[in-house]
């Protein structure tokens, strides 16, 4: 996709701050700057969201969010690693190009990453039966 800033990154046609690359993902630091470490791991290929994302993908991705979480914890003194997705405008994602956020964390840090949910309305029995897959 030509006007996605992710696809521009990603592909060394926008300067970033690459953490790591290789042919198929990147990660590289939020542009944000609201924490420190906080990184962005994409594909290289453009994927709206997971929801459409196929499966060499995700794996890939998901491969290399774990390989930059390793070296968090064991190359740079982070003791932790949030990771973050949102898919979909209705979840909040703010870019459309599949994206997990990496968050290296440390005991006291005092960053709050996660979200403050309102609380459950309907009975667990009634929600798990909506939610249910078939084997």
Same mark, same amino acid.
């Given at each position: ?10 592909? &060394? /046609? ?19 700057h609201d924490v420190?470490g906080h990184m ?17 993908? /995700?794996?890939? /991705? ?25 898919? &979909? ?18 005991? &006291? ?20 039966k909506k939610l249910?897959?078939?084997?």
């Open positions: 996709m030509t006007d996605c800033i992710f696809c521009k990154i990603a592909n &060394g /046609l926008v300067a970033g701050r690459v953490i790591y690359e290789d042919a198929y993902t990147c990660v590289f630091l939020d542009i944000v420190d962005l791991a994409v594909p290289k290929k453009h994927v709206k969201s997971i929801l459409d994302c196929d499966e060499q993908t /995700l794996m890939r /991705l998901m491969q290399t969010v774990k390989k930059v979480a390793e070296h968090c914890t064991q190359q740079c003194g982070y003791e932790g690693v949030n990771l973050l997705n949102a898919s &979909g405008g209705s979840a909040g994602q703010s870019v459309s190009h599949f994206h997990i956020r990496l968050i290296p964390r440390r005991q &006291g840090d005092e960053v709050d990453a996660w979200p403050r949910l309102p609380g459950a309305t309907l009975p667990d029995e009634e929600m798990r249910r897959m078939p084997s």
